[in-house]
């Protein structure tokens, strides 16, 4: 019995080197750590479960048969936990045929994310490879086939999480494109349709893969990618707080963790965040980390779109999204980029059953050119429809403007907005002073007194949040410093929420 063990133990000992030490080593070389050890630093120590780690291609084309076959076949998978909670996962190995994909190899992943749908977990990938094996031709497209078919199934009903630690071409990237969120690592990953060698060939264009599809251009230009790290470690490290985040499904609440944060703290310093002067902007980033508890909040899509903030934080310890205009940037405007954003992050809370505190300070859509050719209506359209058919708990602040219809769009009380609170600050109003005077009192333009005197009017009467307060649009006038108590009584009270939409077989958003 001893020698069969043993040589179980070498066949392991084998298939744990994939494609050999040379090749870890120029890995390691390129500031990369292999599948395996990612797969050790993504989950708690000990706690991973391998599966298929002998298994191999069937592939007889180019030689292949002869002496090129690796156990493991360029993907390591399997369950592990993530702070006790399940997750299952699959990290490509750069080292076996630059982590390409084969019909066998495919098997294996499908495996895994079947596992994760019919128990329940969510899943996470790590890649670092270069498509479909070029040596398996149509097999290995079919595999990929079979993959994004489960990535769809699997879409919204348990949490999909695709990190890029390596250069990542076709199917390695539309698989993490039908993912909930991508996540990156700067200087060393890629993602492209096509590199820059066939880019090259077809258009005549001379781009390096950084300036093709790297991280500082998927953070920001194209924002395919919610976030990126400056090297496996914190990628990894990162994914580990993202997780304690998440719902296990759609049918699962979302998690409860212990906090020392008062949820009755006042924090007096918000009574002066808004500045006297409407057209200063403040940091709404302040304003989240004095709400939420321990002021941990996991940014998404920080670097794209800066003009609003979404991510994720607690009350209580129990996960909540956060959105939020920022009037840092662009005053806070609605434009394209920041409607499609915070549409995508409200629908994937209403996907989860993760609560929704909306910050207003907006006001209004962009106007020009460039954003009606760009379809700003289209995009624009796709948060309103977002906010409105979203049935978790949704909680709102105005702390300033709520103009126009970027206030009816911010989880408005018109769109079903649970509890809407104001700050004292507030204006809510179909636009601001200066334009409303220059539409409604044209025939006074000439006259500078009429108009300052026609302007105050306009703000004694419109821009404060009473108007709205009078109609019940907003539930109740609050002081600043209460914010987080009063957040946190309303998730409280929301716990156990029920809404539903009436049946369908799936909407139509505006695409
Ligand atoms: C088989 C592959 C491979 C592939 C890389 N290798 N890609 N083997 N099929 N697709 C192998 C290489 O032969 C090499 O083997 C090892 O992996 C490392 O590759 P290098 O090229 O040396 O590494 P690097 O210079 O870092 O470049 C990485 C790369 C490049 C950018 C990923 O290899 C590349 O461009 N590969 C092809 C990408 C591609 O076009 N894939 C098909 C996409 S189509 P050795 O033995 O030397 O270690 C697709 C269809 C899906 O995916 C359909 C979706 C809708």
Same mark, same amino acid.
């Given at each position: 019995?001893?020698?069969?063990?043993?040589?179980?133990?070498?066949?392991?000992?084998?298939?744990?080197?994939?494609?050999?030490?040379?090749?870890?080593?120029?890995?390691?070389?390129?500031?990369?750590?292999? =599948?395996?050890?990612?797969?050790?630093?993504?989950?708690?120590?000990?706690?991973?479960?391998?599966?298929?780690?002998?298994?191999?291609? /069937?592939?007889?084309?180019?030689?292949?048969?002869?002496?090129?076959?690796?156990?493991?076949?360029?993907?390591?998978?399997?369950?592990?936990?993530?702070?006790?909670?399940?997750?299952?996962?699959?990290?490509?190995?750069?080292?076996?045929?630059?982590?390409?994909?084969?019909?066998?190899?495919?098997?294996?992943?499908?495996?895994?994310?079947? *596992?994760?749908?019919?128990?329940?977990?969510?899943?996470?990938?790590?890649?670092?490879?270069?498509?479909?094996?070029?040596?398996?031709?149509?097999?290995?497209?079919?595999?990929?086939?079979?993959?994004?078919?489960?990535?769809?199934?699997?879409?919204?009903?348990?949490?999909?999480?695709?990190?890029? *630690?390596?250069?990542?071409?076709?199917?390695?990237?539309?698989?993490?494109?039908?993912?909930?969120?991508?996540?990156?690592? /700067?200087?060393?990953?890629?993602?492209?349709?096509?590199?820059?060698?066939?880019?090259?060939?077809?258009?005549?264009?001379?781009?390096?893969?950084?300036?093709?599809?790297?991280?500082?251009?998927?953070?920001?230009?194209?924002?395919?990618?919610?976030?990126?790290?400056?090297?496996?470690?914190?990628?990894?490290?990162?994914?580990?707080?993202?997780?304690?985040?998440?719902?296990?499904? @759609?049918?699962?609440?979302?998690?409860?963790?212990?906090?020392?944060?008062?949820?009755?703290?006042?924090?007096?310093?918000?009574?002066?965040?808004?500045?006297? @002067?409407?057209?200063?902007?403040?940091?709404?980033?302040?304003?989240?980390?004095?709400?939420?508890?321990?002021?941990?909040?996991?940014?998404?899509?920080?670097?794209?779109?800066?003009?609003?903030?979404?991510?994720?934080?607690? *009350?209580?310890?129990?996960?909540?999204?956060?959105? =939020?205009?920022?009037?840092?940037?662009?005053?806070?405007?609605?434009?394209?980029?920041?409607?499609?954003?915070?549409?995508?992050?409200?629908?994937?809370?209403?996907?989860?059953?993760?609560?929704?505190?909306?910050?207003?300070?907006?006001?209004?859509?962009?106007?020009?050119?460039?954003?009606?050719?760009?379809?700003?209506?289209?995009?624009?359209?796709?948060?309103?429809?977002?906010?409105?058919?979203?049935?978790?708990?949704?909680?709102?602040?105005?702390? /300033?403007?709520?103009?126009?219809?970027?206030?009816?769009?911010?989880?408005?009380?018109?769109?079903?907005?649970?509890?809407?609170?104001?700050?004292?600050?507030?204006?809510?109003?179909?636009?601001? =002073?200066?334009?409303?005077?220059?539409?409604?009192?044209?025939?006074?333009?000439?006259?500078?007194?009429?108009?300052?005197?026609?302007?105050?009017?306009?703000?004694?009467?419109?821009?404060?949040?009473?108007?709205?307060?009078?109609?019940?649009?907003?539930?109740?006038?609050?002081?600043?410093?209460?914010?987080?108590?009063?957040?946190? /009584?309303?998730?409280?009270?929301?716990?156990?929420?029920?809404?539903?939409?009436?049946?369908?077989?799936?909407?139509?958003?505006?695409?």
């Amino acid at each position: 019995m001893k020698h069969i063990i043993e040589a179980l133990d070498h066949r392991r000992e084998a298939a744990r080197l994939g494609g050999g030490q040379k090749r870890i080593d120029a890995q390691h070389g390129r500031g990369k750590l292999t =599948a395996r050890e990612r797969i050790e630093l993504l989950l708690d120590h000990g706690s991973f479960e391998e599966f298929d780690m002998f298994v191999q291609h /069937r592939c007889a084309d180019f030689g292949m048969d002869k002496d090129e076959k690796i156990p493991g076949d360029g993907v390591v998978t399997g369950w592990g936990t993530v702070n006790g909670r399940t997750v299952y996962v699959f990290a490509k190995d750069f080292t076996v045929f630059g982590g390409s994909l084969s019909d066998t190899h495919a098997q294996k992943i499908i495996k895994i994310q079947d *596992m994760a749908l019919r128990n329940r977990a969510p899943i996470i990938g790590l890649f670092d490879a270069g498509g479909a094996r070029i040596q398996e031709g149509v097999a290995a497209l079919g595999g990929y086939g079979e993959v994004f078919q489960r990535n769809v199934l699997s879409s919204g009903v348990i949490p999909q999480i695709s990190v890029i *630690m390596g250069p990542c071409a076709g199917g390695d990237v539309y698989s993490p494109a039908m993912t909930d969120f991508i996540f990156m690592v /700067r200087d060393r990953s890629y993602m492209f349709v096509t590199g820059p060698e066939v880019v090259k060939t077809v258009t005549n264009e001379t781009v390096t893969a950084e300036e093709l599809g790297g991280a500082s251009v998927h953070t920001t230009k194209s924002s395919i990618a919610d976030r990126a790290y400056d090297n496996d470690v914190e990628a990894l490290l990162q994914m580990r707080r993202l997780i304690d985040f998440l719902p296990q499904s @759609n049918t699962d609440p979302v998690p409860e963790w212990p906090t020392f944060d008062d949820s009755e703290r006042d924090d007096y310093s918000l009574d002066t965040l808004v500045p006297d @002067n409407p057209n200063k902007p403040y940091d709404v980033k302040e304003l989240i980390a004095k709400v939420v508890d321990e002021g941990d909040f996991f940014e998404i899509q920080e670097a794209h779109a800066k003009n609003i903030v979404v991510g994720f934080g607690r *009350m209580e310890g129990h996960t909540v999204g956060i959105v =939020a205009n920022q009037p840092m940037v662009l005053a806070g405007v609605l434009d394209i980029d920041a409607s499609r954003k915070a549409a995508r992050f409200v629908r994937f809370c209403d996907c989860f059953n993760i609560p929704i505190v909306t910050f207003v300070d907006v006001p209004g859509f962009l106007p020009g050119t460039a954003q009606e050719y760009g379809g700003l209506i289209k995009h624009g359209a796709k948060l309103l429809y977002a906010y409105a058919e979203a049935t978790v708990p949704k909680v709102t602040i105005i702390t /300033r403007k709520g103009f126009g219809g970027a206030y009816v769009v911010m989880a408005s009380k018109h769109l079903r907005g649970d509890v809407n609170y104001a700050w004292p600050s507030a204006q809510i109003a179909v636009m601001g =002073a200066k334009g409303a005077v220059e539409i409604i009192f044209r025939q006074d333009l000439g006259d500078p007194e009429k108009i300052a005197q026609r302007t105050k009017e306009y703000e004694d009467r419109f821009l404060s949040p009473f108007v709205a307060a009078e109609r019940g649009y907003v539930d109740e006038v609050i002081h600043p410093h209460v914010t987080r108590k009063r957040i946190a /009584r309303a998730l409280g009270m929301l716990r156990h929420k029920q809404l539903e939409n009436p049946w369908k077989k799936h909407d139509n958003i505006p695409l």
